[in-house]
């Protein structure tokens, strides 16, 4: 009887202690992951990092205008680039939602008017997630072309062992949206501006 009570009462323990760790603890960490980015670059800081309800990102076609060897950088946009400018930031984070610090991104995509740059690398570029796991990419809204609405390409790895993965980016509100076969609603940017010119994008990779 006393043997049935302590196991009992442990159990209680056990589910208590639990409860505690999924209630109090895991919010914690967030906020203070989110103090951190916060410090780390105040201007890119307005994204909250995300809840782990997130499935893993999907993967889609790479098409035909992938070139692999494109330079490290962050900006697409230069003087003579024809189209809306457009902010694109975002987190990678694992499958648990944790941020992954220095996964690699290799972005391609048209100018504004639907044309790659077969020749050479304008509007194709990698870089890495910051120490936050953070991206940002200054860019245009890419054009339309045929049989294709508006998109960004992007690879991603987690590190130099992961596999890679493939998929692409749209936006909200593109009326091609649903003539595309591509087209997937869980792979659009969120707009955070009402102007149109910024948005966010995390993806979610398995490490
Ligand atoms: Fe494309």
Redesign the pocket.
Known sequence: MLRQYFIFIFGIAILTGGYWVFTSERPQQIASVEKKVQKANPTITTIPIPSCIDKPTPEVTE?P?YKSGSPQKTTFVEEDTIGTRFTLTGYVLDSSCRPVANAWLDFWQ?DGQGIYDNDGFKRRGHQFTDSMGRYVLYTVIPGEYPE?TS?I?VKIRATDTSSIKTTQLFFPDNSQNTLDSIFDESLVITITNQEGTTGEYNFVIEK
């Open positions: 098409g205008y048209t294709r998109h390409h």
